[in-house]
């Protein structure tokens, strides 16, 4: 595939190319564990979010709930995580990431830690604070990110 024009020319091109080798350590991070981005961001948000509801996963995971079954399906046949009912009612399951599916999620942020330092070493601590300097002060007229 073809670099896009003004990949390496103009100051979004870079942030861009920044936001891509970012994406790449994690999805490699998530393959080297055998789970698809979508998988480990569920399980992710299990751990943080113990005993959600599928619709509450579909909604911050910006998908169907038709998807997060599936999903969740094929996480538990994973032993990855369990539904459990909630007071006798079968129709409504929470769902929670089991010990095994903590365990292969747990040091993401520790692996994304050590991929942006990765991209940032070229550039040393005086560097690094006017790069910081310089993006808060463009990022301060932006809305926050949402999920």
Not at 18 to 29: N, V
Not at 78 to 100: C, H, I, M, N, Q
Request: glycine share 6%; hydrophobic share 40%; proline share 6%.
């Amino acid at each position: 595939m073809e670099e896009p024009e003004g990949m390496r020319t103009t100051p979004l091109g870079l942030v861009r190319w920044i936001a891509w080798a970012q994406r790449k350590g994690g999805e490699d991070w998530v393959r080297s564990r055998d789970l698809t981005p979508e998988q480990a961001f569920v399980l992710g948000y299990l751990v943080q979010s113990p005993g959600a509801i599928q619709r509450d996963i579909a909604d911050v995971s910006r998908t169907s709930p038709a998807s997060v079954s599936s999903l969740v399906k094929g996480l538990e046949r994973r032993l990855l995580v369990e539904r459990r009912s909630e007071d006798g009612d079968e129709r409504r399951k929470r769902v929670y990431a089991t010990p095994e599916g903590q365990q292969l999620v747990a040091g993401f942020t520790e692996a994304m830690a050590e991929v942006d330092d990765a991209i940032l070493d070229p550039l040393d601590a005086d560097e690094q604070a006017q790069l910081l300097a310089l993006l808060t002060k463009v990022t301060s007229q932006l809305a926050p990110p949402r999920r």
